[in-house]
């Protein structure tokens, strides 16, 4: 089991760059594939990014592809979500997720076991 905790939210201009930053507790932590995911109001949470438990493969949304880099430490227990050319519509509640099985991949919200209680990520325009 993990317990997840994000930081590094906040409010920035359309344009600008933010860092999120997910640290988990436990020694499984670097076992476990890692995934950002976002719910802006009166929308469902949606897939962002993920990043296998190596470290060596990612995977992004289309909509955040190219402007978003997911890495990882897994030394430090973090993984950690660098977003720049923010948009307005990137304005939401970002969570960090766990995903135990880690056999691939995965994007749906169903797929992870354990998250972070989110941190606010509002872009103004």
């Known amino acids: 089991q993990v317990q997840l905790v994000e930081s590094g939210g906040g409010l920035v201009q359309a344009g600008g760059s933010l860092r999120l930053s997910c640290v988990g507790s436990?020694?499984?932590?670097?076992?476990?594939?890692m995934a950002w995911f976002r719910q802006a109001p009166g929308k469902e949470r949606e897939f962002v990014a993920a990043?296998?438990?190596?470290?060596?493969?990612?995977y992004y949304a289309d909509s955040v592809k190219g402007r978003f880099t997911i890495s990882r430490d897994n030394a430090k227990n973090t993984v950690n979500l660098q977003m720049n050319s923010l948009k307005a519509e990137d304005t939401a509640v970002y969570y960090c997720?766990?995903?135990?099985?880690?056999?691939?991949?995965?994007?749906?919200?169903?797929?992870?076991?354990?998250w972070g209680p989110g941190t606010q990520v509002t872009v103004s325009s």
């Open positions: 997720a766990a995903d135990s099985v880690s056999i691939r991949l995965r994007i749906g919200v169903n797929d992870y076991d354990f």
């Open positions: 436990g020694s499984t932590f670097s076992r476990y594939d």
């Open positions: 990043i296998s438990w190596t470290g060596g493969k990612t």
